[in-house]
Structures are given as structure tokens and as C-alpha cells.
């Protein structure tokens, strides 16, 4: 009952309320006439294929393993009740991303406090970089929501003096959904295993309660990928654990074009001097070595020969690569996004458009900069922030590693709040230890005595 309490609090219900009302105003304004292109076209086709050939399948009758399956399934869901209507599955999101803001409220309030966690939830419903990814089809919305979730669901766990095998079953739900959303999502299995080992070190919880919490979570998350595990060799005849994809990214990454393109080609990829093109505009040749039907184990193939080109260009351009990676680290933190999909970059010329850019310009810079100075004031609380900054640091390391994109940010954007949230607390607490001293100091006035 008090939990139940909680989420019906005037807290919550504010910061649910006036997120969801941002987002739909997004939608309807900013969004309005989106249709899907680009990888929410993919998931779109996905989606429609389930529904119509039954079939996990991108062309029909042709099933792939190009995709996670969680968002093209949940879309698919949506489809069947509400119709083709790619604004229903928008609306969901909405409520996604209120949801995250909650999360936010609740994980600054556990930390600083219930006015700071207020004042984290606010700036969460109107931060840009959490409600543009609910105007669209793709699965950064759900990824954050379930990531974040998670990593709640393990700071309540540090937390609790007896270990509670609930909040241990609904990490392990939470993280199987996670990477069901994303390939990548299984690293964070390996993060947190690696987390829960430096607790143990640190003497944070006992190597039993640790051991019984990685047993467990473990189990469920391999529990739940495990089909969709089954499923991919089946089709495949290869062990594709949720999707492929790698070759993909690291073709369009490392090569010739994105590195130093030739004077004639210069004008056009000058805007993707370091991030990410598509292999059949780098590598033509070895994309017609395969069939545009491609799926199933022509996908894994296709990958493999993507990464190993990748890998030989990476071999051959070592001296290339101190500046590659200074690129993608500084593109990791644009305070805007380029990304063609975007309703805001797709419509703009409406003025709501441009307001929401003028926000992300004015916003995103001061986040970062309480971002910083939080992750260096909370120090001194590392057992309790361990997995976030955890995170942080593997997001980094991969954005450098592949390509750096304000998009492949997304999973962190609330931990960035739960850090800026930080650094304001911090600030508030120490003019208030100051004001406190003066108060002290000040000596108190003698009356004379009135002879």
C-alpha cells in the first residue's frame, strides 16, 4: 500500500501529467504528418510482416535477424488493436517517456531528497533529448525507459538491508527486455556481474547476498533471451544471440569516405568526416556480393564480410585512428541532432521546429555542464552511483569505438539529469552551510541598561 501510495503522490502524478502533456503537444505539433522512413520504416515493415505473413520478416516470407525483436513486436501489438496507425504507437511512447521521468523523480529524490527529486522530474519532462525520441518509431524511447529502470531497480537492491528476491526478479526481467531491445544490451549482463564484484570488494553487501543476486538475474536474462536465441539458429544455422549488426556499423564507420574523402566528394561527405555512412555508398562492391533479398544466414554472412573489411581498413590505418576516435567522442556530445528522421528535422520550417532546436541549444549545454560537476561532487557517494557511472563510461567507450552520435547518447540522458541533479544539490546544500555559519557568527546585540 505504500508503494501504491507513492505512485499516486502529487509528485508523481505532476511530473506524469505535465510530461505526457510535452510529448503529445510534440506530437501534434512538431510531429504532425510524420510518417515513417529510415530504420522506422524497418521497424515498421517488421511489424506489418508479423501481422499480415506472420512471419518475423522485413521482406515477406524472408525471415531476418537484422533487428531486435522487442519494438518490432510491441508495434506489431499496437497494430493489431489500434489499427495501422503509426501516431498510436507515438502516444505509447509518450507514456514511456512520462514514465521515465518518473523514474528520474524518484531515483534524485532517493538520493538528494524529495524537493530535489521534484525539481529533477520538472526539468525531465521539458529536457529535449528525452522527448524527441517519443515522436518517432524508433526504440530509443523504450530502450531508456527499460534501462533506467534497471538501473532503479539495482540501486534499490544495493539498498535494502535483506536481499529481496522481487526486486532481483525484476532486474532480471528488466534487463532480458533490455537487450531484447538492443543487440548491445547484453554487455550490461557482463557490466553488472563486474559491478556487483567491486561491491563485493568494497564490502558495500555481502559476497552472498551479491552471489545470490547474479545467480539469479543471470538466470532470468538468459531465461528470457534464450528462445529468441533458439529462434536466430534455426534460421540462421549460426549463434546470433539477439541480432546482428555489427559489421554494419563498423563498414560504415571505418573507411576511406568517412575518414578523408577525395577533393571531388569532398562538399558531401564533409558532414560525415568521422561518423557513419551507408555500405553501399563506401563499399558498393561488396554490398552487390549479395542479394538485395537478403536474410536469414545471408545476414550473418553479409555481416561478417562487413566486419571484416571494417577490421582490414582498421589494420591498414592505425596512425588514422587517434583522430577517428576524437571525433566520435566529440560528436557523442552534440547539443543538437542532424538525424534526418527527427519530425524536427524533417518539418523545418514550422516554427514549433525551430523552437524545439532553440530549446536543445539552450538546454543541453547546462545539463552537461551540472552533468560534470555532479560527477565530480558525488564522489564521495560512488557506491551508490557506481552503475551509473558504469554506464556512462561504456556508452563512451563504445560511441568511441563505433561512431559517436547524439542518438547513441540516448541511454544515458537520465542518468546525465540524476548527475546534474547532483551538482545542484550540492550547491544548494553548501550555500546553505554557509548561511548557517554567517548566521553564527553574527554577534548578538547587547541593550543597554537605561540608568
Known amino acids: 500500500m505504500k508503494h501504491l501510495r507513492s505512485l499516486f503522490s502529487v509528485p508523481v502524478l505532476s511530473i506524469f501529467v505535465l510530461a505526457v502533456s510535452v510529448r503529445v503537444m510534440y506530437n501534434r505539433v512538431v510531429a504532425n504528418g510524420y510518417y515513417p522512413l529510415h530504420d522506422s520504416q524497418t521497424y515498421q515493415a517488421i511489424a506489418l510482416n508479423i501481422l499480415q505473413e506472420h512471419c518475423y520478416c522485413y521482406l515477406p516470407h524472408l525471415s531476418t535477424v537484422d533487428r531486435a525483436p522487442l519494438w518490432p513486436l510491441l508495434i506489431a501489438a499496437i497494430y493489431s488493436v489500434f489499427g495501422e496507425h503509426d501516431i498510436m504507437v507515438r ?4 507514456l514511456v517517456g512520462a514514465g521515465t521521468c518518473v523514474l528520474v ?8 531528497g524529495s524537493r530535489m527529486g521534484l525539481i529533477a522530474g520538472l526539468a525531465a519532462t521539458v529536457y529535449p533529448f528525452l522527448f524527441i525520441y517519443d515522436g518517432w518509431l524508433y526504440s530509443e524511447s523504450l530502450y531508456i525507459f527499460l534501462l533506467f529502470a534497471f538501473c532503479y531497480a539495482l540501486f534499490r537492491l544495493q539498498r535494502t538491508a535483506r536481499p529481496s528476491r522481487g526486486l532481483m526478479l525484476l532486474s532480471g526481467i528488466l534487463l532480458g527486455l533490455v537487450s531484447l531491445t538492443r543487440p548491445n544490451g547484453l554487455i550490461i549482463l557482463g557490466l553488472f556481474i563486474a559491478w556487483a564484484m567491486v561491491l563485493g570488494i568494497a564490502k558495500v553487501q555481502t559476497w552472498r547476498t551479491l552471489l545470490q543476486s547474479v545467480v539469479l538475474i543471470t538466470l532470468i536474462t538468459l531465461v528470457i533471451i534464450l528462445p529468441w536465441t533458439i529462434r536466430n539458429y534455426v534460421v540462421t544455422h549460426a549463434l546470433v544471440p539477439i541480432a546482428t549488426g555489427d559489421g554494419k556499423v563498423l563498414i560504415g564507420a571505418y573507411n576511406d569516405k568517412v575518414d578523408d574523402p577525395n577533393p571531388q ?3 558531401y561527405y564533409q558532414q560525415y568526416l568521422g561518423t557513419w555512412l551507408k555500405p553501399e555508398e563506401v563499399a558498393p562492391q561488396l554490398v552487390k556480393q549479395f542479394p538485395t533479398n537478403c536474410s536469414g544466414s545471408c545476414e550473418v554472412a553479409r555481416d561478417s564480410a562487413y566486419k571484416a573489411a571494417a577490421l582490414k581498413w582498421i589494420g591498414s590505418h592505425l596512425d588514422k585512428l587517434p583522430q577517428v ?5 566529440a560528436y557523442l556530445w552534440q547539443i543538437t541532432s542532424s538525424e534526418a528522421d527527427f519530425p524536427f528535422n524533417r518539418f523545418p520550417d514550422r516554427i514549433y521546429s525551430k523552437l524545439t532546436i532553440d530549446l536543445m541549444e539552450l538546454y543541453t549545454p547546462l545539463i552537461f555542464l551540472l ?4 560527477l565530480i561532487v558525488t564522489l564521495r557517494r560512488w557506491r551508490e552511483l557506481l552503475f551509473i557511472y558504469s554506464m556512462i563510461a561504456l556508452t563512451f567507450v563504445q560511441c568511441v569505438a563505433l561512431y559517436g552520435f547524439a542518438r547513441f547518447r540516448a541511454p544515458i540522458e537520465p542518468m546525465l539529469l540524476v548527475l546534474a541533479a547532483g551538482a545542484v544539490w550540492w550547491m544548494v ?3 546553505l552551510k554557509r548561511r548557517t555559519g554567517v ?3 553574527v554577534p548578538v546585540p547587547v541593550l543597554e541598561k537605561i540608568s
Not at 502516444?91 to 509518450?94: G, V
Not at 523523480?105 to 538528494?112: I, K, Q
Not at 576516435?325 to 567522442?329: E, G, K, P, R, V
Open 91 to 94: 502516444l505509447l511512447l509518450s
Open 105 to 112: 523523480y524518484y531515483f534524485v529524490r532517493d538520493l538528494f
Open 265 to 267: 566528394d569532398r562538399q
Open 325 to 329: 576516435f576524437a571525433l566520435h567522442a
Open 371 to 374: 552533468a560534470a560537476i555532479g
Open 429 to 431: 546544500t553548501r550555500l
Open 439 to 441: 548566521e553564527r557568527t
